[in-house]
Protein backbone atom coordinates (compact mmCIF):
# COMPACT_ATOMS: atom_id res chain seq x y z
CA UNK A 1 0.00 0.00 0.00
CA UNK A 2 1.28 3.42 -1.04
CA UNK A 3 2.52 5.59 2.18
CA UNK A 4 -0.09 8.31 2.81
CA UNK A 5 0.93 11.95 2.68
CA UNK A 6 0.45 13.87 5.33
CA UNK A 7 0.40 10.63 7.35
CA UNK A 8 -0.77 10.98 11.07
CA UNK A 9 2.43 10.78 13.72
CA UNK A 10 0.57 8.56 16.67
CA UNK A 11 0.19 9.54 19.06
CA UNK A 12 -1.74 12.09 17.95
CA UNK A 13 -3.68 14.60 20.89
CA UNK A 14 -7.15 16.39 19.30
CA UNK A 15 -8.02 19.62 21.11
CA UNK A 16 -11.05 21.37 20.79
CA UNK A 17 -13.63 24.43 22.22
CA UNK A 18 -16.23 21.40 23.12
CA UNK A 19 -16.62 17.93 23.63
CA UNK A 20 -18.98 17.94 20.77
CA UNK A 21 -16.18 19.23 18.33
CA UNK A 22 -13.70 16.85 19.43
CA UNK A 23 -16.15 13.88 19.08
CA UNK A 24 -16.38 15.40 15.68
CA UNK A 25 -12.77 15.32 14.86
CA UNK A 26 -12.10 11.64 16.42
CA UNK A 27 -14.79 10.36 13.64
CA UNK A 28 -12.94 12.56 11.08
CA UNK A 29 -10.02 10.66 12.20
CA UNK A 30 -11.02 7.36 12.38
CA UNK A 31 -12.76 8.34 8.52
CA UNK A 32 -8.91 8.97 7.59
CA UNK A 33 -7.63 5.35 9.51
CA UNK A 34 -10.42 3.11 8.09
CA UNK A 35 -8.78 -0.25 8.22
CA UNK A 36 -6.58 0.63 11.54
CA UNK A 37 -7.41 -0.02 15.16
CA UNK A 38 -7.13 3.40 16.84
CA UNK A 39 -7.25 3.47 20.43
CA UNK A 40 -8.60 5.99 22.33
CA UNK A 41 -8.08 7.64 25.92
CA UNK A 42 -10.05 9.53 28.10
CA UNK A 43 -11.09 13.32 27.18
CA UNK A 44 -9.29 15.60 29.46
CA UNK A 45 -10.14 19.32 29.93
CA UNK A 46 -8.20 21.60 30.35
CA UNK A 47 -8.38 24.03 34.05
CA UNK A 48 -6.20 26.91 31.96
CA UNK A 49 -7.80 27.43 29.25
CA UNK A 50 -11.26 25.14 29.50
CA UNK A 51 -10.11 23.34 26.10
CA UNK A 52 -10.89 19.39 25.41
CA UNK A 53 -8.29 17.05 24.33
CA UNK A 54 -7.86 13.24 23.67
CA UNK A 55 -5.02 11.21 22.86
CA UNK A 56 -5.27 8.61 19.90
CA UNK A 57 -2.64 5.72 19.53
CA UNK A 58 -3.36 3.15 17.22
CA UNK A 59 -2.05 -0.07 16.97
CA UNK B 1 19.43 17.29 56.07
CA UNK B 2 16.14 18.39 54.56
CA UNK B 3 13.70 15.15 54.70
CA UNK B 4 13.13 13.21 51.44
CA UNK B 5 9.46 14.50 50.10
CA UNK B 6 7.16 12.21 48.73
CA UNK B 7 6.81 13.77 45.10
CA UNK B 8 10.57 13.71 44.66
CA UNK B 9 10.17 9.81 44.04
CA UNK B 10 8.87 8.89 40.82
CA UNK B 11 8.06 5.48 39.02
CA UNK B 12 9.63 5.76 35.30
CA UNK B 13 8.40 3.52 32.47
CA UNK B 14 10.66 3.10 29.58
CA UNK B 15 9.18 3.91 26.39
CA UNK B 16 11.52 3.17 23.15
CA UNK B 17 14.80 4.53 24.17
CA UNK B 18 13.79 7.01 26.96
CA UNK B 19 11.98 6.73 30.81
CA UNK B 20 9.22 8.95 31.26
CA UNK B 21 7.57 9.38 34.75
CA UNK B 22 3.85 8.30 35.24
CA UNK B 23 2.27 11.23 34.48
CA UNK B 24 0.01 13.40 37.47
CA UNK B 25 1.13 10.84 39.99
CA UNK B 26 -0.72 11.22 43.44
CA UNK B 27 1.51 8.10 45.51
CA UNK B 28 3.43 5.66 44.47
CA UNK B 29 5.13 2.59 46.43
CA UNK B 30 7.88 0.03 46.09
CA UNK B 31 7.86 -2.88 48.43
CA UNK B 32 10.47 -5.23 48.66
CA UNK B 33 10.00 -8.68 49.80
CA UNK B 34 12.37 -11.75 51.28
CA UNK B 35 10.33 -15.17 51.27
CA UNK B 36 11.80 -17.41 53.57
CA UNK B 37 11.28 -20.65 55.02
CA UNK B 38 12.13 -21.65 58.45
CA UNK B 39 15.29 -23.52 58.93
CA UNK B 40 14.28 -24.85 62.93
CA UNK B 41 14.80 -28.31 63.64
CA UNK B 42 14.58 -30.98 66.38
CA UNK B 43 18.22 -29.98 67.11
CA UNK B 44 17.09 -26.61 68.40
CA UNK B 45 16.41 -26.70 72.04
CA UNK B 46 14.53 -23.56 71.55
CA UNK B 47 10.80 -22.92 70.32
CA UNK B 48 11.52 -19.99 68.40
CA UNK B 49 11.69 -20.29 64.21
CA UNK B 50 14.84 -19.46 62.06
CA UNK B 51 13.07 -18.12 58.95
CA UNK B 52 16.25 -18.01 56.19
CA UNK B 53 15.51 -15.98 52.67
CA UNK B 54 14.95 -18.33 50.23
CA UNK B 55 14.21 -16.06 47.38
CA UNK B 56 13.08 -12.01 46.82
CA UNK B 57 10.49 -10.30 44.90
CA UNK B 58 9.30 -7.12 44.55
CA UNK B 59 6.71 -4.99 43.19
CA UNK B 60 5.49 -1.55 42.58
CA UNK B 61 2.22 0.26 42.61
CA UNK B 62 1.57 3.56 41.38
CA UNK B 63 -1.48 6.10 41.27
CA UNK B 64 -2.76 9.19 39.46
CA UNK B 65 -5.13 11.00 37.82
CA UNK B 66 -4.02 10.82 34.45
CA UNK B 67 -6.35 8.35 32.21
CA UNK B 68 -6.30 10.10 28.83
CA UNK B 69 -3.95 6.83 28.17
CA UNK B 70 -6.92 4.72 28.77
CA UNK B 71 -6.83 2.80 26.19
CA UNK B 72 -3.09 2.46 25.77
CA UNK B 73 -2.31 0.67 29.48
CA UNK B 74 -5.26 -1.49 28.58
CA UNK B 75 -3.81 -2.76 25.56
CA UNK B 76 -0.44 -3.07 27.38
CA UNK B 77 -1.92 -5.20 29.87
CA UNK B 78 -3.24 -7.21 27.78
CA UNK B 79 -0.35 -8.01 25.67
CA UNK B 80 1.09 -9.75 28.34
CA UNK B 81 4.68 -7.99 27.61
CA UNK B 82 6.76 -6.94 31.01
CA UNK B 83 7.70 -3.31 31.39
CA UNK B 84 11.11 -1.89 32.65
CA UNK B 85 10.86 0.19 35.45
CA UNK B 86 12.82 2.28 37.19
CA UNK B 87 12.17 3.84 41.21
CA UNK B 88 14.30 6.95 41.60
CA UNK B 89 14.53 10.06 43.35
CA UNK B 90 14.11 13.22 40.66
CA UNK B 91 15.27 16.81 40.42
CA UNK B 92 13.40 19.35 42.68
CA UNK B 93 13.21 21.32 39.27
CA UNK B 94 10.64 19.60 37.28
CA UNK B 95 9.70 16.39 39.61
CA UNK B 96 10.78 14.59 36.43
CA UNK B 97 14.04 14.13 35.82
CA UNK B 98 15.94 10.78 37.85
CA UNK B 99 18.63 11.08 39.43
CA UNK B 100 20.20 7.86 39.60
CA UNK B 101 19.67 7.98 43.35
CA UNK B 102 21.78 5.89 45.61
CA UNK B 103 18.62 3.92 46.75
CA UNK B 104 17.34 4.00 42.82
CA UNK B 105 16.34 0.89 41.16
CA UNK B 106 15.68 -0.52 38.24
CA UNK B 107 13.80 -3.72 37.01
CA UNK B 108 11.41 -5.60 34.81
CA UNK B 109 7.46 -6.49 35.85
CA UNK B 110 4.90 -7.41 34.77
CA UNK B 111 1.78 -4.91 34.65
CA UNK B 112 -0.43 -7.05 36.51
CA UNK B 113 -3.57 -5.01 38.33
CA UNK B 114 -4.51 -1.85 36.95
CA UNK B 115 -8.20 -0.08 38.22
CA UNK B 116 -9.49 3.03 36.69
CA UNK B 117 -12.23 4.44 38.74
CA UNK B 118 -14.64 7.13 36.75
CA UNK B 119 -16.83 8.69 39.94
CA UNK B 120 -18.93 11.46 39.10
CA UNK B 121 -17.71 14.84 39.60
CA UNK B 122 -14.56 13.31 40.95
CA UNK B 123 -11.02 13.56 39.07
CA UNK B 124 -10.67 9.94 37.44
CA UNK B 125 -8.06 8.01 38.93
CA UNK B 126 -5.88 4.73 37.79
CA UNK B 127 -3.93 2.63 40.21
CA UNK B 128 -1.41 0.66 38.15
CA UNK B 129 0.50 -2.35 40.30
CA UNK B 130 3.81 -3.57 38.79
CA UNK B 131 5.10 -7.43 39.76
CA UNK B 132 8.67 -7.23 39.45
CA UNK B 133 10.28 -10.66 37.17
CA UNK B 134 13.74 -11.07 38.01
CA UNK B 135 16.23 -8.77 39.90
CA UNK B 136 15.57 -5.26 41.14
CA UNK B 137 18.81 -3.62 40.60
CA UNK B 138 20.77 -1.09 41.80
CA UNK B 139 20.45 1.83 38.73
CA UNK B 140 24.30 3.08 38.74
CA UNK B 141 23.50 5.52 35.53
CA UNK B 142 20.73 8.39 35.15
CA UNK B 143 18.47 6.95 32.33
CA UNK B 144 17.99 9.03 29.48
CA UNK B 145 14.84 11.17 30.20
CA UNK B 146 11.60 12.30 27.89
CA UNK B 147 9.82 14.67 30.21
CA UNK B 148 5.95 14.56 30.29
CA UNK B 149 3.80 17.33 29.30
CA UNK B 150 2.46 19.17 32.65
CA UNK B 151 -1.00 20.58 31.21
CA UNK B 152 -3.55 20.97 33.95
CA UNK B 153 -6.07 18.69 31.62
CA UNK B 154 -8.44 16.50 33.83
CA UNK B 155 -11.24 14.23 33.41
CA UNK B 156 -13.86 14.32 35.38
CA UNK B 157 -15.97 10.67 36.34
CA UNK B 158 -19.61 11.67 34.90
CA UNK B 159 -17.69 12.51 31.40
CA UNK B 160 -17.21 8.64 31.23
CA UNK B 161 -19.87 6.09 30.77
CA UNK B 162 -21.16 2.86 31.47
CA UNK B 163 -23.04 1.55 27.92
CA UNK B 164 -24.38 -2.22 28.20
CA UNK B 165 -26.62 -3.83 26.17
CA UNK B 166 -29.34 -6.00 26.93
CA UNK B 167 -28.03 -9.42 24.91
CA UNK B 168 -24.83 -10.41 23.69
CA UNK B 169 -25.50 -9.46 19.82
CA UNK B 170 -26.65 -5.70 20.06
CA UNK B 171 -23.69 -2.90 20.09
CA UNK B 172 -24.43 -1.14 23.84
CA UNK B 173 -26.62 1.82 23.75
CA UNK B 174 -28.03 2.39 27.04
CA UNK B 175 -26.53 4.32 29.62
CA UNK B 176 -26.66 3.42 33.39
CA UNK B 177 -29.60 5.64 34.59
CA UNK B 178 -28.31 7.77 37.57
CA UNK B 179 -25.28 6.34 37.35
CA UNK B 180 -22.37 7.67 40.48
CA UNK B 181 -19.61 5.43 40.82
CA UNK B 182 -17.74 3.35 37.55
CA UNK B 183 -14.28 1.17 38.01
CA UNK B 184 -12.90 -0.92 35.54
CA UNK B 185 -10.49 -3.46 37.02
CA UNK B 186 -8.13 -5.73 35.00
CA UNK B 187 -5.84 -8.67 36.90
CA UNK B 188 -3.51 -10.90 35.66
CA UNK B 189 -2.52 -13.67 37.73
CA UNK B 190 1.43 -14.34 37.56
CA UNK B 191 3.19 -17.92 38.62
CA UNK B 192 6.26 -18.07 39.65
CA UNK B 193 8.23 -20.04 37.24
CA UNK B 194 11.95 -19.85 39.01
CA UNK B 195 13.77 -22.93 38.39
CA UNK B 196 17.70 -24.62 39.10
CA UNK B 197 18.22 -22.87 36.06
CA UNK B 198 17.52 -19.00 37.76
CA UNK B 199 21.04 -17.04 38.51
CA UNK B 200 20.49 -15.62 41.83
CA UNK B 201 17.80 -15.32 44.48
CA UNK B 202 15.17 -13.26 42.89
CA UNK B 203 11.93 -14.89 41.72
CA UNK B 204 10.79 -14.97 37.78
CA UNK B 205 6.94 -14.70 37.14
CA UNK B 206 5.02 -15.43 33.90
CA UNK B 207 2.09 -14.51 33.34
CA UNK B 208 -0.89 -17.05 33.28
CA UNK B 209 -4.32 -15.81 33.30
CA UNK B 210 -5.82 -12.46 32.47
CA UNK B 211 -9.36 -11.64 34.38
CA UNK B 212 -11.69 -8.41 34.57
CA UNK B 213 -14.52 -6.83 36.01
CA UNK B 214 -16.57 -3.63 36.10
CA UNK B 215 -18.15 -1.98 38.99
CA UNK B 216 -21.04 0.30 38.67
CA UNK B 217 -23.20 2.19 41.26
CA UNK B 218 -26.35 4.27 40.66
CA UNK B 219 -29.28 5.62 42.82
CA UNK B 220 -32.65 3.68 41.84
CA UNK B 221 -35.02 5.51 40.43
CA UNK B 222 -38.83 4.60 39.84
CA UNK B 223 -38.73 4.44 35.88
CA UNK B 224 -36.96 6.24 33.86
CA UNK B 225 -36.94 10.23 35.01
CA UNK B 226 -34.39 12.11 32.80
CA UNK B 227 -35.71 13.40 28.91
CA UNK B 228 -33.31 12.24 26.60
CA UNK B 229 -32.96 10.68 23.37
CA UNK B 230 -30.49 8.10 24.73
CA UNK B 231 -32.35 5.76 26.70
CA UNK B 232 -30.73 3.74 30.08
CA UNK B 233 -30.53 0.48 31.90
CA UNK B 234 -32.24 0.93 35.25
CA UNK B 235 -32.40 -1.47 38.11
CA UNK B 236 -34.91 -2.93 37.10
CA UNK B 237 -33.89 -3.36 33.47
CA UNK B 238 -30.58 -4.86 35.09
CA UNK B 239 -32.91 -7.26 36.83
CA UNK B 240 -33.53 -8.78 33.74
CA UNK B 241 -30.27 -9.02 32.55
CA UNK B 242 -29.24 -10.72 35.71
CA UNK B 243 -32.33 -13.01 36.08
CA UNK B 244 -32.00 -14.26 32.18
CA UNK B 245 -28.16 -15.31 33.27
CA UNK B 246 -26.00 -14.59 30.17
CA UNK B 247 -23.00 -12.09 29.08
CA UNK B 248 -24.91 -8.79 27.87
CA UNK B 249 -22.47 -6.78 25.79
CA UNK B 250 -21.10 -2.97 27.06
CA UNK B 251 -18.75 -0.54 26.30
CA UNK B 252 -16.93 2.52 28.55
CA UNK B 253 -16.82 5.78 26.04
CA UNK B 254 -16.74 9.53 26.42
CA UNK B 255 -19.83 11.36 26.73
CA UNK B 256 -20.65 15.04 26.03
CA UNK B 257 -24.23 16.70 25.04
CA UNK B 258 -27.69 16.42 27.46
CA UNK B 259 -27.30 14.78 30.48
CA UNK B 260 -23.84 12.94 29.88
CA UNK B 261 -25.28 10.72 27.52
CA UNK B 262 -24.03 11.10 23.85
CA UNK B 263 -21.73 8.70 23.12
CA UNK B 264 -18.19 9.61 21.93
CA UNK B 265 -14.55 8.13 21.43
CA UNK B 266 -15.54 4.36 23.20
CA UNK B 267 -12.61 3.62 24.98
CA UNK B 268 -12.84 -0.23 25.85
CA UNK B 269 -15.48 -2.66 25.25
CA UNK B 270 -16.38 -6.26 25.70
CA UNK B 271 -19.19 -8.71 27.17
CA UNK B 272 -19.76 -9.38 31.03
CA UNK B 273 -22.00 -11.32 33.30
CA UNK B 274 -23.68 -10.04 36.10
CA UNK B 275 -21.97 -11.49 39.22
CA UNK B 276 -23.24 -9.11 42.01
CA UNK B 277 -26.05 -6.77 42.61
CA UNK B 278 -26.60 -4.76 45.68
CA UNK B 279 -29.56 -3.08 46.84
CA UNK B 280 -28.55 -0.37 49.42
CA UNK B 281 -31.09 1.50 51.42
CA UNK B 282 -30.47 3.05 54.11
CA UNK B 283 -32.89 5.23 56.30
CA UNK B 284 -33.05 8.81 55.38
CA UNK B 285 -31.46 8.31 52.49
CA UNK B 286 -31.23 7.69 48.63
CA UNK B 287 -31.60 4.02 47.61
CA UNK B 288 -28.83 2.93 45.69
CA UNK B 289 -27.52 -0.32 44.09
CA UNK B 290 -24.17 -1.75 43.20
CA UNK B 291 -23.29 -4.40 40.21
CA UNK B 292 -20.82 -6.32 39.83
CA UNK B 293 -19.88 -7.18 36.25
CA UNK B 294 -17.39 -9.86 35.39
CA UNK B 295 -15.36 -10.02 32.06
CA UNK B 296 -16.92 -12.76 29.94
CA UNK B 297 -14.00 -13.17 27.29
CA UNK B 298 -11.37 -10.71 26.80
CA UNK B 299 -12.23 -6.67 26.24
CA UNK B 300 -11.33 -4.93 22.90
CA UNK B 301 -9.50 -1.56 23.19
CA UNK B 302 -12.27 0.54 21.43
CA UNK B 303 -14.88 0.09 19.77
Given at each position: ?????????????????????????????????????????CVARSKDDGTFKITITNI | MATLKGQNIRVLLQDGT?????????????????????????????????????????????ESLDVTDAGAILTAVKSLTPFTLIWDEVSAADNQTALAATFARKGTAYLNDVTFAWNDRENSTKSLQFTGSGPLEKLSTAPTMELVTVDGAYTK?????????????????????????????????????????????????????????????ALVRSGETVTSSVAAQDLASIEDIYEASVPVKWQIANVSGANNRTKGAVIVSGSVTITSLTLNTPNRANADYSATLSGYGIYTVGA
Open positions: MAKKENATQFPVTLTAATREELAVKFDELKDQHAGETLIAG | KFKVVGKSTNATITLTGNTEDASTKDDVAMAAKPEVVSKSWSVSVGQFVRLFLSSDNSTTPAKVIAAAKQLSLHVSMTLEDATTKDTTGDWQIQEPTALSYDISTG
